[in-house]
């Protein structure tokens, strides 16, 4: 059981670089988030997708867009990137939207920013 | 604005010793609060969700409890792969997709 998959797990971008991070579940999960999470800080949501086709901002969604490919992927893209967006980066899916069933996180993505 | 403060931030303990995380929360009405388990270089693990004042939900040596204000979660006899980072979150009731975590509580037990 594979649960939610990100890639890559490792990733070092200079300032004003692009990249996409990729996210994928194998859990037939309806709901998947993106969020950040850095020191002394708790987990923030950047964005979420509350079923296929719909997108929805977070708590800090400004640098960021994102796409719901399809029911199984969910990808974070970041256009113009700056040294405030190094961070963990952790993709979560759960069977329905805030689902009390609690969210399955993927092991995350390590970004600096230089 | 929901906030979620969690205490200690670390806690050390020596094998068996058991002992108390604590999560206190101020959120316009609850929808649930989630505890997870976070490890080194790993997602969080969800443990816990409850709901209402006065439940209780227990896993091998962890239970969970929750007051109007604050949610506890105690530790039993912990082992040395108890150690972990402890995550408390709350879920408002008109926007439940958006969890407010804690910092977390580092544990570490020991030999």
Redesign the interface.
């Known amino acids: 059981n594979a649960g939610v998959t990100q890639t890559p797990k490792f990733q070092v971008l200079k300032t004003g670089q692009s990249m996409t991070l990729q996210c994928a579940q194998d859990m037939n999960h309806n709901s998947m988030y993106w969020y950040r999470q850095d020191p002394g800080m708790g987990l923030r949501l950047i964005y979420y997708s509350a079923s296929e086709g719909t997108t929805d901002k977070g708590e800090v969604p400004n640098g960021y867009n994102v796409s719901r490919l399809n029911k199984r992927e969910f990808s974070l893209r970041l256009e113009s990137a700056a040294p405030s967006q190094t961070s963990v980066y952790f993709c979560a899916s759960s069977e329905v939207s805030g689902s009390n069933y609690g969210y399955t996180f993927g092991s995350g993505t390590r970004l600096t920013v230089v | 604005e929901d906030q979620?403060t969690q205490s200690p931030e670390a806690l050390r303990l020596q094998e068996g010793e058991s002992s108390s995380l604590n999560c206190s929360y101020t959120v316009s009405g609850l929808?649930?609060l989630?505890w997870?388990r976070q490890d080194p270089?790993?997602?969080?693990?969800?443990?816990f969700?409850l709901?209402s004042a006065g439940e209780e939900k227990e896993k091998e040596r962890l239970k969970a409890t929750l007051t109007k204000k604050e949610s506890f979660l105690h530790i039993t006899a912990p082992k040395p792969e108890d150690s972990a980072t402890y995550?408390c979150?709350v879920?408002p009731p008109r926007?439940?997709?958006?969890?407010?975590?804690?910092?977390?509580t580092r544990l570490q037990v020991t030999l």
């Open positions: 979620v929808r649930g989630f997870y270089g790993k997602g969080p693990e969800f443990l969700t709901y995550l979150a879920q926007a439940a997709s958006k969890l407010t975590f804690g910092t977390g």
